[in-house]
């Protein structure tokens, strides 16, 4: 089923329900479409959760654009590149979840790693292109999936998707030429403040970094026993980061030139894991990262082989859902509801279904 083909192909001069009305038909039929491999959407994996967001789908996607402009890429980290490769779940996997793709059998791997904000032709040795983005697609048998989403800093600039939307709202008049709301936002929330300006020093690939995955995660075994998690995922190599001398040196592509021949040389390999919360916690609240201190428990190995089709289309077609999850593993997060209905709109809007501003 191809999305293309609806008609008209911008829901201009509609009313917003009337928008709202196509867009919730729109959101099912986007995670049907071939290529998408969202065929275990969980619909009920919600750990009980509730979002009390005021910001419609429509409107989280939308303050995307207003902070880094209108295109038809990706509304956030739109500048990436797909690899594709394995994963091999590690044994301690079973004690956590019961989830089939942490069972035993290595299954093939997509990797996109991106830089930030949705501005697709950022260079790469900016700021603005912190924090770095790695999102994972588990390819499961009968044409399943499941995806985990990470960046670069451990933890969050905000609590809530209704705060996010008033710091995007901040950046976009920021870049405008009226920094007074940006300021004002930061002055309030100091870990807001510390994300967009302490973020790690640059990498000289995306194979050596570190990334988190910043909201939380239920994981049931099968003897019933159920643990919160927060994912992280660790390059082999180490952490590795370049001096302002040699960041200096470089041209505004040059990590997809780096992890091309890179991969080319050798595997590029990670170590993902389950950081397991204890209590007092703060499980609903992304902004607070959990202590170092806290048990990592191994799921398995990354192992990055070979580059991918890297086709706009495929780009524009490739779709990472948190919500896409299978049974073992539910959300613990409201913003994950928030994140995951915001997704299908912002995979319709770069796939030239419709426009939602």
């Not at 703060?282 to 070979?306: F, H, Y």
Request: charged letters at 20%; glycine letters at 8%.
């Amino acid at each position: 089923m191809q999305l293309l083909l609806f008609t008209p192909n911008k829901l201009t001069g509609v009313s917003r329900s009337s928008k709202r009305s196509f867009l919730n038909v729109a959101m099912l039929l986007i995670t049907l479409m071939p290529g998408s491999g969202n065929r275990v959407i969980a619909q009920d994996g919600n750990a009980g959760i509730k979002s009390t967001t005021k910001a419609t789908p429509i409107q989280v996607v939308d303050m995307f654009h207003t902070a880094f402009g209108k295109h038809d890429s990706r509304a956030v980290h739109a500048k990436g590149f797909i690899l594709a490769g394995s994963f091999t779940p590690a044994p301690e996997a079973r004690t956590l979840t019961k989830a089939a793709h942490l069972q035993g059998s290595s299954l093939p791997v997509l990797v996109r790693f991106s830089d930030f904000t949705g501005i697709p032709d950022i260079p790469d040795t900016v700021g603005a292109s912190h924090p770095r983005g790695m999102a994972i697609k588990f390819q499961m048998p009968e044409n399943q999936s499941t995806d985990i989403i990470f960046h670069s800093f451990n933890g969050f600039p905000v609590s809530t998707t209704d705060e996010f939307k008033v710091m995007l709202e901040a950046i976009g008049a920021n870049r405008e030429g009226n920094p007074a709301p940006l300021n004002q936002f930061l002055a309030k929330h100091p870990i807001a403040k510390t994300f967009l300006t302490t973020q790690k020093p640059f990498t000289p690939s995306w194979g050596t970094l570190a990334y988190f995955g910043v909201n939380s995660f239920k994981f049931t075994n099968k003897a019933g026993q159920s643990q919160f998690i927060r994912y992280q995922i660790i390059p082999e190599a180490g952490e590795q980061f370049l001096t302002a001398q040699q960041v200096a040196k470089l041209g505004p592509n040059y990590l997809q030139e780096e992890i091309k021949e890179r991969v080319a040389n050798k595997p590029v390999v990670f170590k993902l894991y389950a950081q397991v919360a204890q209590k007092g916690d703060k499980i609903e609240d992304p902004s607070i990262a959990w202590p170092d201190s806290r048990k990592r428990v191994l799921l398995g190995t990354v192992t990055i082989t070979k580059v991918a089709a890297n086709t706009v289309a495929e780009d524009k077609t490739l779709f990472f859902n948190p919500n896409n999850i299978p049974e073992g593993i539910n959300l613990a997060d409201p913003m994950l509801l928030d994140r995951a209905r915001a997704y299908p709109i912002s995979v319709g809007g770069r796939q030239g279904a419709f426009e939602v501003n």
